[in-house]
Each structure stands twice: as structure tokens, then as C-alpha cells.
């Protein structure tokens, strides 16, 4: 692993000055379960590392039924995937981080840190998004929020700025009759990078669908709402044939490509077969 | 510049100097004489160098070994009470042919005690989603299943980890 | 010291009524205590003092001339210590593979050339104070390049205008020497059939795999003798090899192999690395070793190769094979390697599995510009039986018979001329067939799959066949040997030269001097893996450790209980055909007299003992193991998945000496065929040679959530002259079967007939759809 320097700031001034200071070869490093890959496979050229496990506070986790579920950028994978609140409320969650990497990888891997890796496939982003969860980010200027849906700016990149450190999650709480769920594709069981994953958040509410919300991953330059399928749905009863429509409508929202992994004609037909199937999962759902 | 670094390993506190870009497996490796960790990938894809540390089986190609200041690391070495007497789990994968090569070996067995800490009574697809990201390119993976199991059963009468 | 080699009667068997004490029984491996401890020490964790860290430089580009190679920067590195091009190295042909001047290798590699024919080839090496040194020392040498014209398909080089990427292609074209085979008359059998088929089959390209990344570690000693530990299944064969290249004797050579972490027929070449490694610790005077990151072990590796077959059948109405004529063409990538044994097996499989008495046959590797081809379980036989056996489920179904019928009509049976030319013995595959049938309940399930209804899953369940060789014969004349030492407490010492890659083939042997002495398992020990100690050995391939190995070791052990016994004569005042050994005691048969074997061997009167000791040399013919895999599927016909739901291997081993290790053989090989069939592929750019997909993230063998259970039934069918107490190798056999069962089972499922594989969901949602509109 090419050499760098190692630095463990103890507060987020100090963290957020030397990210300014340091420049474009400072990293944050927190699961490192990415960023030591990355160094490794020379897919990055990072000088500084910041760890910021020393920083006190950014490990909380909690759930209130008022509030909401909150998290800080210290919580790992497995903390979220075991924790009896986030299996209970947010099954998409719970769902989509138990796929990501091992059990290894997710005792170290942050979700913060997958969403800050602002990778396409990401799995954690999808339910995120379709949960309407939003991010703290620390900086140089103060503390700001941003919708995770409105972070990503294209592959590996976000609208964080020098100096910025996102601290933590908060995802709303879910409604009395909520339904959600997240589905992913990919050649195996485990140990997998999304070749498409979909998040679905509704609430069943009167109508049947009151509000929904559809993510998609992998399927575009960066994780995506399917906009028009959820309008598709929204408000109405849903039978197969509305809910074959939304399908075809999220198929044709998103822009996916072909690499090793998948085609992008492949890709584009499981969006389709993967949004009713979450879909249909998230309606018959019952927290 | 490296940085003197103490963690206790199996038991031992160890105090060793290391440069901060040293993953945990390498420092194991080389510092600190440990070759029973395996280093399959070094990315983090295939579980064989997965030690348990502070309670948490982890993939130490995917951890600095700086980080370990002050840490409980657990490794293959320090399972076996003796010559002769295994552990509990290594006994098992002895008998049901758990092993073939045996380079995935140490790292299924950390995993597998990790999961039996947790869990002493999986089910088979509890105990294959434990072990999902320890790649065994032997065995298909029935008789690591079977000798899990075993090992579990053995918990059940009153065996301990 | 006698050499004793039985000759192949029938005497070797047992006659199925003999008692076994230990072979049969699933012992503790005398390896695994170490394995799952983690105290066993693999090539890459030898301690040395001083040691350096040798990294390659790879090619960025697949063929070009080496214009220059600028090292002056790595050398001024601090912490480098040498830095070698091929400048620097012994110019000398030789051959990747272990079986020098055999017809299975070629002879086309340099250890370091001024051009390089692939994207990923080593083109300097270095050694430094660490690993990030060394690393840092390969970005700091620049490689001028002179691009030449690549081909990446075997297609583009065939074509007139290919380049030529060896000048020692047949007719100076990228050809390696074809193979030939021609039995009967084709054009009669055609004429007789009153159903023809012909297809085009299409092999991926997968790799070994191996857990174990290649890693070797040299030191020389003041006398100028090398050491090398290295993951080899040949550790002789490196040692022939190296010490050729490098200008030494042999017996200046020590090659080490003590655990190691699979191979699966890869690692019997030898990889630039050894031949590097070994010259850096000269120059430097200091030890080094060379690891491969997992990505090399992609670049660097050896894969199965992919390739074409045009497969061409008649059949009689009743199911007679009339005439079968087939052209397989292979990808062999940059360098030789296995090719032309991988050719010469995999196509004379084809005369064989089921009956026919004209064949036409013709194989030919073809080099390109990709990674290196070479050998790998099942050697060539994956890929023709999987035509053949696809086509014979498709010939079932225009014949109207059941596809396990045609097949047992057909299979290969006692006094068939195998593929080696040499008779069938037993009935084998027959016995395999029909046990699986009863095991799967097989007119049950396929009733039950042709009647199920139409919905989103749809099951099925397919069949398929193969047989494989025991040993390489005779393409290789091979030979195992085996040392026996009797120590003076009553227990002996095996020396073996056999390699342990991971399959428990040491205890396998160590079972076998036990029971043929008639001492407690717990009394050998085995000694391994130092050429400097055992007896010479072509190394751990062709599923002939325990055919070959273990003859040999048991020949020895027979010596050994010759000796003992004429010894113990006297003392038990009877002649040596009366004492019988069991459990370390000497009995006279039908007397009330015995002694322990210790008695014999030990010092009298503080007299110490005559040694005895027993050699036993072998060198098999051939034997042949059966198989028939049944596996059932279910396809996802929106997604185009398919779940291999449950396998059920039948294999006739002819006696099995370990079931639990024999059976591991056998699950792992369902393991790595059920990812050829279904996931694995090792994709190469075809506009620049570049590997796509070099990681396990990407290159998708099944894991533990992906594997279904199976049912693993060895049977003891048909004893095999040849071997140990009639026993059969189990290595590659269980890779060949499975890729056919699922392609039919898929057929079954979803009524679409795949020729190639992997079978990605994509096809498979493809060919649904295509299926639709047809029907449509």
C-alpha cells in the first residue's frame, strides 16, 4: 500500500481544518473498509488520512417514534443491520445493508462512508432516498442538511465542499401503515456490487398508496428517484396493471450502462422487474 | 516514522513499531510472527484473513494496524489449548473434513466462533450467511457447513467456546 | 533395498471380502491439525532473515517489442536492492510446464523476453528492504513499448494477416500441432443414422481460483545452493527446471513445498516469479520472496481454455451412436503451456463416455494475444463432454427416449476401448447411472417437472455423465515412488514426493502403508514435500496421487511386511506365508502364536536391528472413474436466474481409501463446475487484451448461499487393477458432469437448449423472450 500520513483529529474543527489545510490527497478515513481498497488498487491517490474514530459523539444511534431514526457517521453496517428499531421500521434499511459485503466488511464499514463513497451501486442509498432521510454536514462555515437524494453529484461525487464532513443520518419515522423494502440484483447470493438495487417506501394510508417513494441504484451516474413511476402510483389503488405501467415508467427513467457486470438492456429490464416486485412486497408489508 | 503501537493478542500484550500504512494482516504477518492469518485478496473479498477483534470478526486487510492500539485481537493461533487439543470448533472441522487446503480455514473458524458467541444455535442458512464473505474454493462448503454445526451441537450439551 | 512392482493382474484386488482396518475409514488427516490451527506453514510464511520483497512489473498492452526499459530511477531508490529486465536474465527457451520434453507442454517461454504477447506479462522485477519499497521501485521503471498487432480471438488468429505470436506455430501460422483421431468409417456411420445433429458448443474462459495466491521464497546458501519454498503441485519439476535455466545440478536445488493453498492443475507450471525470485536472491545475496496480489494471480494465472466445438452425430432410431465427427478449437492465449495435452485429452475424450465405432476427431489450440491457458481440473474433458452430452440430451428428446435410457444404452462398459486405448474395466458409469436414477426417483421428478404450471419459477431436473483418467498416460509416462522405513518401536516413516495441494492425499498414502503393513494408522508418519528427502515424483495432477501415489507407497509397504515377516519367522517358528499382521501383532495363522511387530524390530541385547526399509516405484497405465451428476434447477423466467436447487453426484472410485476427503473432492468439484455453468467467466477486453474483471468481486464463484446441498454417493463399482486395493482417482472428475446436468435440467425447465457456457441470466431472459415471440 503506498505510504501516507496519519492523522487523528479529535474534534470537527480540527478534523474540517485539516481536510482545508491538507487539499485533495486528505481523506477521511472511518470503516476504511473502501478507502484502504482504493489506496491499495491505486484507484486513488491519497497523501492523509484522517481518521475520525477519536472524534467523541458521531457513534450515537437512535430511534424515536416521533423523531425518527438517527445515526452518526461512526455507526457501523452491523450496528444498523441487528438493531432490533431499524429491522422493525426501516426493513428496506436493515434489508439492504445486511447485502452489503460480509459480515467482516460491515462490523467496519460505515453507512455514512457508503454514501459518501458515492458510488452508483451503493447499497445503502436507495432506501435512504426513498425514506427521505437527510444528511449533517460539518464545515468549515458551520453545519448544514442535505437530502441524501440531493447529495450526489455523479459516480464518487457529492456536493460536499473542502473542508465538509457529513456526521450523521436522520430518516424520518415511518408512517402507521408504511410498507417498504429494497431489492437487490446481482450473480450471487452475498459479497455482491448491485448490478441494480430498488428501494421502495410507502404509505398505504387511505387510498392504498397515500405517498411512495421509488430508488433506484445502479442504474444511473448516481442513485436516482423513479419520479415518474411513483406518480404513477401515488394516490391510487394499485392493481397489476397499474403497477406493470409504474414498472415500465422506472424502466424508462433510468440510464443505466453496460460494463462486465451487467448490459444496460439487462439492466434497464430488471429495474422494471424488481420495482413491482418491491413494490408488491412493500404493499403487503405490515410493520 | 513509525509508531509504537500495544494490543493484546491472544492474550498477550505485544508492543510493536509499525508505519501507519501497515495493515492489521501484515503487521500480524511480519511484526508480529503470526502466519496463521491468511492473506487470500487483501481487499476485503474473501474473509481469510479475519481475526476477531474486540469482540468483532473483521477483515484485517481492512484494518490499519495502528488502529489496534489498545485492542483485543483474537487470532487462529490462539485457539488450541495444546498440542493435541484443539478447539472445539477446530476439532470439529477436523473431523467433517471442514478443511481441504486449508488456507480459508483460520479465517471460517474466527468466523465461526464469532457466530457461535452470538448465535449457538444457528440454522444451516445461518450459518452460510455468516460465512458469506469467507471464500472456500475446496470443500462447496458442505462439510464447513456440516462441521459448524457439529460444533454447535456441542454447545448444546454443554461445550463451551 | 529391494524394488518391487507388482504387475497388473487381478491379484491387486481385493475379492470384496477383506476385512479393512483403516483404509475405508475417514481417519484424521495428518495434515489438518496444522491447517486448522494455523501453525501449518504454506510457502509464503517461511521467516527468513533478511528477507527482500520481490514485485513484478507487468505489461500495459498485450503484444509489443520492448524498445527500452528505463530502470535508473528504481535503482536510485532507497531500499531497492536489484532490479532485473530481460536484460539481466538467462536467455533460454523452456518449457512453462512440468513435463519437460512430453508432448502435454511446449516449449516458448523465456524467463524474462524483449517483447511481450499478452496484457499483464511480467517485464521486470525487483527487490527491495518492503513491499512498498517494491512497489514504489515498479512505478518508477518506464517501459518504452513498439505496439505490434494483437489478436484476441482465436478467430482473428487464424487469419492469414494475424501476427504471428511464436515463430514455432505449425506452418508458421498460429496453430499448435493438432491432434488426430480417426476410428471406423464416419461417412458409413452417417449414412446408417436415422437422426443426424450437429452444434456449435462455446467454452467461457474460467479460472483455477485457488485461495492461495503463487508465492515462492529463495535463499541460496554459501555454497551456492538454492532453497525455494514455492506453491507448486511439482515441486520436482521446478526443481528440473530451474536448476537447467539457472546452470546448476540438480541436487543444488531444494525446493520446499510444505502446506499449500490449492492449485487445481495450474500450478504446475512455472510462473515467471520462481524463475525471478530465484535470481534476485542471488544478486542480492539476500533471501526474497515473491507474492502474487490476488490480481496478479488473474493476470499472471493460468485459466481453463475457451474455446469452440462443432459436435456432429448419427443416431439409430434405437439410440445407437452410428458416427461421431467433431472439430474443437481451443484458445491457448500467449505461451503453450498445457495445450497440447489439455488438446490431446480433451479430444480423445470424445472416443469414448458412450459407445461408437466411427469417430472422426480434431483438436487444435490456437495462440492469441490473452492470458495464458493451461491446465486445469478436468483438462480439456469439461469442455468436449459438455457437448457431448448436451447433444445427448438433445438426441434423447428427438428420439423419443428417456435421456438417462439413452445414455445407459450407450455407456461405455468392460472390454470398450477407453481413450487411451487401453480396455474399460467394470461397468462403472452404468452403476452410477442406475443408482442415481433410484436416488433422484428420476421418472418422479421429470414427470413432475413436465407437468408443472406455467408460472414465474419453473423447475427441472437434468443429467450428466463423464469418465476421467487416473493418471496421464500416455500422454506422460509417469512414475510414483515411495520410501518405507521400519523404526526400531515398531513404526514406520513414509517419504513421498507426492504434493499436498489441500485434498488429504497424504493421509490417503498413509492409510495404505497402514493397512498393507497391518500396523494402527496412528503408526506411519509421512514425510513430504522436501526434494532434497523424498523420493523423486512428477508431481500432484491427473488425479493419480492416490492411483499412483499410493501404489507406489503401498508396493513399499508390502516390501517393508515382507521383510518384517521373514524376520519374525524364526521367532514364531513358522514360515512367513503362515504370519498374518494385524494391529502390530504378528500371528500365526491358525495357531495360537504371536508377537509384537515392536519385538521383532527392536535391538536385541543391545544389538540394533537390521533396517528395513521398502521402495516402491510405480508407473501406471491408466484407469478410468465414472460418474453420472443429477441436478435440479429452478429458473426465474422475469429475471432469467437460475438456482441450482439441489445435486446429487454418483461416482464409482473403485475403492475409496478416505470417504470424507474423497467426498470433499467431490463437492468442491460441483462447486467450481457450478460456477463455470452459471457465473464464472474471465472476461478479456477484445479491443486491447485487458482483463475485465481481475478480483473476486467480479470473476463470481459460487459461495456459501449460493451452494445447494448435495447428496454424494461414491460407489465401489468397478476396482481398477492398477490401484491401491482397487482404488480410482476422484480429482477432476466432479467439475465434468455437473456443467451438463444443469444445462439440461435447464432445458427441462424452460424448454430452451443453451450450447455454451456460462449461462448468463441475461441469455436466459433473452432466449425466453425469443421463445415467446416465436411461439407468438
Not at chain 1, 443520518?169 to 440484483?185: C, D, N, Q
Request: hydrophobic content about 40%; glycine content about 10%; some cysteine.
Amino acid at each position: 500500500m503506498r505510504p501516507f500520513e496519519y492523522h487523528e483529529p479529535k474534534s470537527l474543527a480540527e478534523a474540517s481544518a485539516l481536510l482545508c489545510a491538507l487539499g485533495a490527497g486528505a481523506s477521511i478515513f472511518a470503516g476504511g473498509t473502501d478507502l484502504l481498497v482504493e489506496i491499495k488498487e491505486e484507484l486513488r491517490s491519497v497523501s492523509h488520512v484522517l481518521n475520525i474514530k477519536k472524534i467523541e459523539g458521531l457513534d450515537a444511534l437512535s430511534f424515536d417514534k416521533a423523531e425518527g431514526l438517527s445515526f452518526g457517521a461512526l455507526v457501523t453496517a452491523r450496528r444498523i443491520e441487528t438493531d432490533a428499531a431499524v429491522l422493525r421500521h426501516y426493513p428496506n434499511l436493515a434489508t439492504a445493508v445486511s447485502l452489503l459485503g460480509s459480515i467482516q466488511v460491515r462490523n467496519r464499514a460505515t453507512v455514512v462512508g457508503n454514501i459518501c463513497r458515492a458510488s452508483p451501486s451503493a447499497d445503502t442509498i436507495p432506501p435512504l432516498i426513498a425514506d427521505a432521510a437527510t444528511l449533517s454536514i460539518h464545515g468549515p462555515t458551520g453545519e448544514r442538511s442535505v437530502a441524501v437524494e440531493d447529495f450526489f453529484t455523479g459516480p464518487g461525487r457529492t456536493v460536499l465542499k473542502a473542508g465538509e464532513i457529513v456526521t450523521g443520518v436522520h430518516v424520518p419515522p415511518p408512517a402507521a401503515t408504511s410498507g417498504k423494502a429494497y431489492i437487490k440484483h446481482g450473480r450471487r447470493k452475498a459479497m455482491e456490487l448491485a448490478t441494480v438495487g430498488v428501494a421502495v417506501s410507502l404509505d398505504r394510508g387511505r387510498s392504498g398508496c397515500d405517498e411512495i417513494r421509488i430508488a433506484l441504484g445502479a442504474v444511473a451516474a448516481t442513485p436516482i428517484r423513479a419520479r415518474k413511476a411513483e406518480a404513477l402510483l401515488r394516490g391510487r389503488a394499485i392493481d397489476p396493471a397499474l403497477l406493470a405501467e409504474a414498472a415500465e415508467a422506472a424502466m424508462n427513467e433510468s440510464t443505466p450502462i453496460s460494463n462486465v457486470r451487467a448490459s444496460a438492456a439487462y439492466r434497464r429490464d430488471m429495474v422494471g422487474v424488481l420495482t413491482r416486485r418491491a413494490v408488491g412486497i412493500a404493499l403487503e408489508a405490515r410493520p | 516514522m513509525k509508531r509504537l503501537v500495544s494490543m493484546t493478542v491472544n492474550g498477550e500484550e505485544i508492543e510493536l513499531a509499525i508505519p501507519p500504512y501497515r495493515t492489521l494482516l501484515d503487521v500480524l504477518r511480519n511484526e508480529g510472527r503470526l502466519t496463521g492469518t491468511k492473506k487470500g485478496c487483501d481487499v476485503g473479498d474473501c474473509g481469510a484473513c479475519t481475526v476477531i477483534m474486540d469482540g468483532s470478526p473483521v477483515n484485517s486487510c481492512l484494518v490499519l494496524g495502528i488502529e489496534a492500539e489498545g485492542a483485543t485481537i483474537e487470532t487462529i493461533e490462539g485457539q488450541h489449548a495444546g498440542p493435541d487439543l484443539p478447539h472445539l470448533i477446530q476439532e470439529k472441522f477436523m473431523d467433517h473434513g471442514g478443511a481441504q487446503c486449508g488456507f480459508c480455514t483460520p479465517g471460517i473458524i474466527m468466523m465461526t466462533k464469532a457466530l457461535l458467541k452470538e448465535n449457538p444455535n444457528p440454522t444451516e442458512s445461518e450459518v452460510r450467511f455468516a460465512i458469506a464473505g469467507n471464500i472456500c474454493r475446496c470443500t462447496g462448503y458442505a462439510k464447513i457447513v456440516d462441521a459448524v454445526l457439529a460444533a454447535a451441537e456441542d454447545l448444546r450439551k454443554g461445550r463451551t467456546l | 533395498m529391494t524394488i518391487h512392482q507388482k504387475p497388473h493382474t487381478q491379484d491387486n484386488l481385493e475379492d470384496g471380502k477383506r476385512q479393512f482396518s483403516v483404509v475405508g475409514k475417514s481417519v484424521r488427516r495428518t495434515d489438518t491439525f496444522e491447517k486448522v490451527t494455523g501453525l501449518g506453514k504454506y510457502s509464503g510464511d517461511i521467516e527468513l532473515p533478511g528477507l527482500l520483497y520481490g514485485k513484478m512489473k507487468r505489461s500495459d498492452i498485450a503484444h509489443a517489442l520492448i524498445k527500452n526499459i528505463d530502470v535508473s530511477k528504481a535503482l536510485a531508490l532507497k531500499g531497492v536492492k536489484a532490479v532485473l529486465t530481460h536484460r539481466d536474465v538467462p536467455r533460454i527457451l523452456h518449457y512453462g510446464s512440468p513435463h519437460p520434453r512430453s508432448a502435454s507442454c511446449t516449449r516458448d517461454q523465456y524467463i524474462l523476453d524483449d517483447r511481450v504477447r499478452y496484457w499483464g506479462e511480467g517485464v521486470a522485477a525487483v527487490a527491495a528492504e518492503s513491499e512498498e519499497i517494491a512497489e514504489e521501485a515498479l512505478r518508477l521503471i518506464h517501459v518504452e513499448y513498439e505496439p505490434l498487432p494483437a489478436v484476441f480471438t482465436v478467430a482473428d488468429a487464424l487469419k492469414p494477416e494475424a501476427p504471428l505470436i511464436h515463430d514455432n506455430g505449425l506452418d508458421k501460422n498460429n496453430v499448435m500441432p493438432p491432434v488426430v483421431i480417426r476410428r471406423g468409417d464416419v461417412e458409413k456411420g452417417f449414412a446408417e443414422a436415422d437422426l443426424i445433429l450437429e452444434n456449435e458448443y462455446v467454452l467461457g474462459r474460467p479460472v483455477p481460483g485457488y485461495m492461495e495466491p503463487n508465492v515462492c521464497a529463495c535463499q541460496w546458501d554459501g555454497n551456492g545452493k538454492l532453497t525455494i519454498w514455492s506453491s507448486t503441485q511439482t515441486a520436482f519439476m521446478v526443481r528440473g527446471i530451474l536448476a537447467e535455466v539457472l546452470g546448476v545440478p540438480y541436487n543444488k536445488v531444494r525446493v520446499i513445498v510444505d502446506h499449500m493453498g490449492g492449485g487445481f492443475g495450474a500450478k504446475q507450471d512455472l510462473f515467471q516469479h520462481e524463475f525471478l525470485c530465484a535470481l534476485l536472491a542471488r544478486q542480492t545475496g539476500r533471501p526474497v520472496r515473491m507474492e502474487f496480489t490476488r490480481k496478479e494471480t488473474f493476470l499472471g494465472g493460468r485459466t481453463r481454455h475457451s474455446g469452440k466445438i462443432r459436435l456432429k452425430q448419427g443416431f439409430k432410431a434405437d439410440g445407437t451412436i452410428t458416427a461421431r465427427h467433431a472439430r474443437i478449437v481451443l484458445d491457448g492465449g500467449a505461451y503453450g503451456s498445457h495445450s497440447p495435452g489439455v488438446t490431446t485429452v480433451g479430444t480423445s475424450a470424445l472416443t469414448s463416455l458412450y459407445r461408437c465405432e466411427n469417430v472422426d476427431l480434431e483438436g487444435r489450440a490456437i495462440y492469441t494475444n490473452t492470458p495464458i491457458a493451461g491446465a486445469f481440473r478436468g483438462y480439456g474433458v469439461v469442455q468436449t463432454y459438455f457437448a457431448l452430452d448436451l447433444q445427448m440430451d438433445e438426441a434423447a428428446e428427438r428420439l423419443g427416449i428417456d435421456p438417462a435410457e439413452l445414455r445407459l444404452r450407450n455407456a461405455v462398459r468392460t472390454g470398450d476401448l477407453a481413450p487411451s486405448d487401453h480396455p474399460v474395466v467394470g461397468h462403472g458409469l452404468e452403476a452410477c447411472i442406475r443408482r442415481g436414477l433410484d436416488e433422484v426417483d428420476w421418472k418422479a421428478a421429470r414427470a413432475a417437472t413436465a407437468a408443472q404450471p406455467g408460472g414465474v419459477k419453473r423447475r427441472g431436473w437434468g443429467i450428466g455423465c463423464e469418465m476421467h483418467g487416473s493418471s496421464a498416460y500416455p500422454g506422460i509416462k509417469e512414475q510414483g515412488n515411495a520410501i518405507v522405513k521400519m523404526n526400531e518401536d515398531g513404526t514406520v516413516t513414509l517419504l513421498t514426493g507426492t504434493a499436498g495441494l489441500g485434498t488429504g492425499a497424504h493421509t490417503a498414502l498413509s492409510q495404505i502403508v497402514a493397512e498393507e503393513i497391518g500396523i494402527p494408522f496412528s503408526a506411519v508418519q509421512v514425510v513430504t514435500g522436501d526434494t532434497d528427502i523424498v523420493p523423486w515424483d512428477i508431481g500432484a495432477f491427473a488425479s493419480h496421487t492416490t492411483y499412483m501415489g499410493g501404489r507406489a507407497a503401498q508396493i513399499a509397504a508390502a516390501e517393508v511386511r515382507r521383510q518384517v515377516l521373514e524376520q519374525a519367522a524364526p521367532l514364531l517358528e513358522a514360515a512367513p506365508e503362515k504370519l498374518a499382521i494385524r494391529e502390530g501383532i504378528i500371528h500365526v495363522e491358525g495357531a495360537n502364536r504371536s508377537i509384537s511387530l515392536k519385538e521383532v524390530v527392536s535391538p536385541k541385547r543391545g544389538m540394533p536391528a537390521a533396517q528395513i526399509v521398502g521402495v516402491g516405484t510405480y508407473s501406471p497405465t491408466k484407469s478410468y472413474s465414472f460418474a453420472a451428476h443429477f441436478a435440479e434447477v429452478e429458473v426465474d423466467t422475469e429475471t432469467g436466474e437460475v438456482a441450482v436447487l439441489q445435486v446429487v453426484p454418483v461416482h464409482d472410485l473403485g475403492k475409496v481409501i478416505h470417504p470424507i476427503a474423497a467426498a470433499g473432492q467431490i463437492e468442491g468439484g460441483i462447486q467450481q463446475g457450478i460456477g463455470h455453468t452459471l457465473s464464472e467467466d474471465y472476461v478479456i477486453d477484445l479491443t486491447n487484451g485487458r482483463s475485465l474483471n481481475p478480483s473476486f468481486v467480479d470473476y463470481k464463484m459460487p459461495l456459501s448461499m449460493d451452494m445447494p446441498p448435495i447428496r454424494t454417493i461414491i460407489l465401489e463399482a468397478a476396482p481398477d487393477p492398477g490401484g491401491p486395493f482397487g482404488a480410482k482417482g476422484v480429482g477432476e472428475d466432479p467439475i465434468i458432469a455437473i456443467g451438463p446436468a444443469i444445462t439440461n435440467a435447464i432445458y427441462d425447465a424452460i424448454g430452451i437448449r443453451f450450447r455454451h457456457y456460462p449461462i448468463t441470466p441475461e441469455q436466459v431472459l433473452n432466449a425466453l423472450r425469443a421463445k415467446q415471440k416465436e411461439a407468438a
